[in-house]
C-alpha cells in the first residue's frame, strides 16, 4: 500500500510539473508574440527567459521534472532558432553559438534537479528516523502505562490483605521514578527491610580515568548513599575492580559474599552485589553490605539481596531509557516545532557557514506578550496553531522552534537579507490576524512582538549575539 501510494505520488508530481513547464512556455511564446514580435523566441535576450522556467522546475520537483523540462525548452528554443534558416546556411557560417542555450537548458535542469533530489532524500530519511524515535518513545510509553495499572492493582491488592508484604508498599511506589538517582533511598528500604543489615550502602558506576594502553579501564563505582556508619570515613567512598568483592561481583554478575571469595582474601565487604541494566548487560551500580548479624548472613538473605539488585537495576534502565528516548527527541510534542536545544545548534551552524562561505543569515524571535495571561489550555491551543502557522509560511530549508521557553518561538532564515526578512515578518503578522483575530474569537486581543538579527560575511555575528539581539523584539534596531 505505501509503494502505491509513493507511485502514485511520484506520478502526480511528474503531471504537476510537466503542466507548468506546458504552461510556462505557453505564456512565453504567447508574450514573445505579442509584447516583442520584433525577437521571436527572444534570441537576443540574455540570460533567456527559458533558463528562469527550467530554474523553477527543476528546484521544485527534481532530475527528471528538471531534464523533462530542459528538453522541452531546448526543442522550443531552437524551433526558433530553425525557423526561417537553412540548415546548410547555419554550418557554413558556423552560427553555432546560437545552440548553446539549448544545451545550457538541459544541463541546468538535470543539476538543479540533482540537488532537490538529494536535498528530497536527506528530509525523507531525517523524517524515517524521526517517525521510528517516536514510535520508539510510544511503545515505551505505552509499556510503561500498563506497568503503572499493574503496579496500582498488585498496591490494591496488597493493601486490602492482611499479609506482611503491605509495608513494602510505600518503597514500590517510590521505585516508580523517572531518574536512577531518585531511585537509591527505595532500594536501601527493601534491603533493609528483607535483608537486615546493620550497615550497607548503594555504590553508583562511573568512569575511571587513566588506565594502561590496550588494556581496558577499570570500572569504578562512588558512594551514592550508606546506612549505619558512625563515622563518614567509616567505608571508603570510592570502589573499583581492584577490590576482591568488587572484582567477584563484576566477574560472576552476581552476589559475591565472604564464603564465595578466596579464604586469603582480607576485607570489610560481608556481601556485594551488582545491580545489572538488563538492556545492556551494563552494571549500574553495587550494593554493599558490611555488616550484618551472623544468623541473617544464609543463602536465604542472599537471594533476597539477589532479587532487590535485579528489581533495581530493571527500574534504573528503564529511567535511563526513558530519559535516553526523550533526549533524542528534537521537536517539542505540543507546538511540533523544534525544541530550543535542536535550534541553538542549528543556529550556531548557520553563522559559521556565513563566517566561512559568505551570504546572509537572519535570525527572528516572534513573541506573544499575552501568552502567560492564557490558561493552560489556550496556550496549548496557542502554541500548536502558531506552530503550524509558522511552518506553513516559511520555506524547506527555514527552521522554527521554540526559543527558549513557550511564548518565544525563534526562526531561522538563511540566506536571507535585513530587506527579505522584514517581509517575512509582515506575512506573519497578516497571517497571525487571521488566525487568531476573527470576530468573536477568544484570542482577538493577543497580539504579537518580533525582533530581528542577521549575520553576513563583512559582520559575522554568533549565535548568542544573534539572539540577543533578536530578544531585543524591536525591528526598527534591526542588525
Known amino acids: ?34 509584447a ?93 528516523e524521526v517517525r521510528r524515535l517516536r514510535a520508539e518513545l510510544e511503545e515505551t510509553r505505552q509499556r510503561t502505562q500498563v506497568l503503572e495499572k499493574v503496579k496500582e492493582e498488585l498496591q490494591q491488592r496488597v493493601l486490602a490483605s492482611d499479609d506482611p508484604l503491605v509495608r513494602i508498599s510505600e518503597t514500590a511506589t517510590r521505585l516508580a521514578t523517572q531518574t536512577p538517582d531518585e531511585a537509591c533511598p527505595a532500594i536501601l528500604d527493601l534491603v533493609e527491610r528483607f535483608v537486615m543489615p ?17 588494556q581496558p579501564t577499570p570500572e569504578a563505582f562512588e558512594l551514592r548513599l550508606s546506612r549505619g ?7 571508603p567512598h570510592r570502589l573499583d575492580g581492584s577490590h576482591p568483592a568488587v572484582q567477584a561481583a563484576l566477574t560472576r554478575r552476581q552476589v559475591a559474599s565472604m564464603a564465595s571469595m578466596d579464604p586469603d582474601t582480607t576485607t570489610d565487604i560481608v556481601a556485594c552485589a551488582p545491580i545489572i541494566e538488563p538492556h545492556r548487560d551494563q552494571v549500574l551500580a553495587l ?20 532479587t532487590i ?9 528503564d529511567a535511563r531509557q526513558l530519559g535516553d528516548a526523550q533526549e533524542a527527541r528534537v521537536d517539542d510534542p505540543v507546538s511540533g516545532v523544534f525544541h530550543f536545544r535542536f535550534l541553538s545548534r542549528r543556529l550556531t551552524e548557520e553563522a559559521q557557514r556565513v563566517r566561512r562561505y559568505g551570504g546572509n543569515c537572519a535570525y527572528l524571535v516572534v513573541h506573544c506578550p499575552q501568552f502567560q495571561e492564557l490558561t493552560p489550555g489556550d496556550q496549548r491551543i496557542f502554541l500548536r496553531e502558531t506552530g503550524t502557522l509558522l511552518k506553513r509560511l516559511l520555506r524547506t530549508m527555514d527552521v522554527v522552534g521554540i526559543h527558549r521557553e513557550p511564548g518565544f518561538f525563534g526562526l531561522i532564515l538563511p540566506s536571507t537579507t535585513p530587506h527579505q526578512a522584514l517581509v517575512v515578518t509582515a506575512r506573519i ?32 555575528l554568533s549565535e548568542a549575539r544573534l539572539m540577543e539581539y533578536a530578544e531585543r523584539l524591536d525591528l526598527r534596531e534591526a542588525h
Open 198 to 214: 546493620e550497615k550497607f550502602a548503594i555504590y553508583l558506576a562511573v568512569e575511571a580515568p587513566g588506565g594502561v594502553l590496550g
Open 36 to 128: 516583442f514580435p520584433d525577437d521571436p523566441g527572444y534570441l537576443s535576450v540574455n540570460p533567456h527567459p527559458f533558463l528562469f522556467l527550467v530554474i523553477l522546475v527543476a528546484s521544485r520537483y527534481g532530475t527528471f521534472d528538471g531534464f523533462i523540462t530542459g528538453i522541452l525548452a531546448a526543442a522550443v528554443y531552437l524551433g526558433y532558432v530553425f525557423w526561417g534558416r537553412d540548415l546548410e546556411a547555419v554550418r557554413q557560417t558556423s552560427d553555432f553559438a546560437l545552440f548553446l542555450p539549448a544545451y545550457l537548458f538541459v544541463i541546468l535542469g538535470l543539476l538543479l534537479g540533482e540537488i532537490r533530489e538529494a536535498a528530497n532524500r536527506d528530509v525523507t530519511t531525517l523524517g524515517q
Open 309 to 317: 539488585a535485579g528489581w533495581a537495576g530493571k527500574t534504573m534502565g
Open 429 to 460: 503578522n497578516e497571517a497571525f490576524r487571521k488566525t487568531f483575530g476573527g470576530y468573536g474569537s477568544r484570542f482577538d486581543r493577543l497580539t504579537i512582538r518580533m525582533g530581528l538579527a542577521t549575520t553576513t560575511a563583512s559582520e559575522p
Open 229 to 235: 556508619w558512625d563515622r563518614p570515613d567509616e567505608f
Open 287 to 306: 550494593l554493599v553490605i558490611e555488616r550484618i548479624p551472623f544468623l541473617r548472613l544464609n543463602q536465604m538473605t542472599l537471594n533476597h539481596l539477589h
Open 1 to 34: 500500500m505505501a509503494a502505491e501510494t509513493w507511485t502514485r505520488s511520484r506520478y502526480t508530481r511528474q503531471i504537476h510539473s510537466l503542466t507548468e513547464a506546458l504552461v510556462g512556455l505557453l505564456l512565453l511564446i504567447v508574450l514573445n508574440w505579442f
